[in-house]
């Protein structure tokens, strides 16, 4: 009796032990639970992020010009940065006005129809399952097959065909709500997918915007 009582403690010790780190790989990967206010941007000083800071920036200026002439919403864009690794923050909603990011969050690639694609590729041919860049434009939402949705039309010769491959804004469940680099995330079917948490972000910046908000790709 002695030695199964001994023997239980110790299956129950490591049962807790293979729980806890199991509760760290998680925390790890996805975030602690969080409100949507930790999105909010902080750039840091270093040099690579101050050169990051000066591309958005200039994308910035030419977004709010293009938006001036074409009646898109002239205070807020999304400007997301392929160049970034997919484990960082790539998204960022920019207020033109105030040339700041207000947020920013992690965003998947297209896979290309490859098992896994660490560093994206571009193409615009319908069935590609590649991320298209250019310039979109932020249509209505709708509940798909990833629930919360947003239509994207396509501005340019690079990506004309995304409404006709279905290319959205939408979430999925496995991609992180903070960053996680070195490690990639998942790819998408080219679609700008975020994280669940993020959208809900994304969605009252969009929904609150009496003009159409661009949304813009680029290396």
């Not at 101050?50 to 001036?68: N, T, V």
């Not at 995330?185 to 080219?190: D, E, K, W």
């Amino acid at each position: 009796m002695m030695h199964l009582k001994i023997m239980l403690r110790f299956i129950a010790r490591i049962f807790s032990m293979l729980l806890l780190l199991f509760g760290l790989l998680i925390t790890f990967y996805f975030g602690y639970p969080f409100t949507n206010n930790n999105h909010k941007s902080i750039f840091k000083k270093s040099d690579e992020e101050l050169a990051e800071r000066k591309k958005i920036q200039s994308y910035s200026d030419k977004a709010k010009l293009f938006c001036r002439q074409h009646g898109f919403n002239n205070q807020i864009c999304f400007l997301i940065d392929m160049h970034l690794p997919s484990g960082k923050n790539r998204f960022f909603v920019y207020d033109m006005n105030k040339d700041s990011a207000i947020s920013y969050g992690v965003v998947a690639h297209g896979s290309c129809n490859y098992s896994f694609l660490a560093m994206p590729k571009f193409s615009n041919k319908p069935g590609c399952g590649c991320s298209s860049i250019g310039k979109y434009k932020v249509g209505n939402k709708y509940t798909g097959s990833f629930g919360l949705a947003y239509k994207l039309y396509g501005l340019n010769a690079s990506n004309s065909n995304a409404y006709k491959r279905n290319i959205v804004l939408h979430s999925y469940y496995l991609v992180p709500d903070k960053e996680v680099d070195p490690l990639p995330v998942c790819n998408s079917r080219g679609c700008v997918m975020v994280s669940d948490k993020y959208i809900g972000t994304l969605s009252k910046t969009i929904d609150a915007s009496a003009k159409p908000i661009l949304l813009w790709i680029f290396e």
